[in-house]
Each structure stands twice: as C-alpha cells, then as structure tokens.
C-alpha cells in the first residue's frame, strides 16, 4: 500500500538518491550480464549484446539523473488566499 502524502513537497534528497542509485544499478547489471553473454553467443546476438555494453552506461546516467517531480502539484505557501467564484455570481 502506497503511503498517503499531506503535503505536496518534493522527496527528500536521500530517497531520491537511493530511487537514482537503484536504477542506474539495475541498469549496469544489464550491462554486466550483455558483457558475459558476449563470450557466448554469436551472430546477430553478439552484435546486439555489444551494442547493449556500450549504449546502455549512457542511458543510465540520463534516466538515473532524471529529476523526481511531485505527484501533488506545486508547494503553495501556509495561508494563502484564493478567491473562489460561484456560477451565479455576476461579473459587473
């Protein structure tokens, strides 16, 4: 169950750390199982697990970085007004 939010703050720097570092981790294990499986197969495949050993460190990096937006929308500061108009109200 996701945990419920009161307010619409971003994440804390260490959770989007550690959200970053799993999957730009996750990425080069990738990595690591198209290199050994470069010893192993040939062909097409070979080319495609090279292409895969060489492509995906730089994918990783730009999706690891990507920055963590809010799901609530932007922060509004405590005790702001807004001003709230009913359909019958005239404007004059």
Not at 15 to 35: D, F, L, P
Not at 61 to 74: H, L, T
């Amino acid at each position: 169950m996701k945990q419920q939010s009161i307010t619409s703050l971003p994440a804390s720097p260490e959770v989007e750390r550690r959200k970053r570092m799993i999957k730009y981790s996750i990425a080069m294990g990738i990595r690591v199982v198209c290199i050994v499986l470069m010893l192993f197969v040939q062909g097409w495949w070979l080319v495609l697990c090279a292409i895969g050993a060489i492509a995906l460190p730089y994918f990783a990096v730009v999706v690891a970085n990507v920055k963590i937006a809010p799901r609530g929308g932007e922060v509004r500061r405590p005790g702001s007004v807004e001003i709230y108009r009913n359909a019958d109200d005239e404007v004059k």
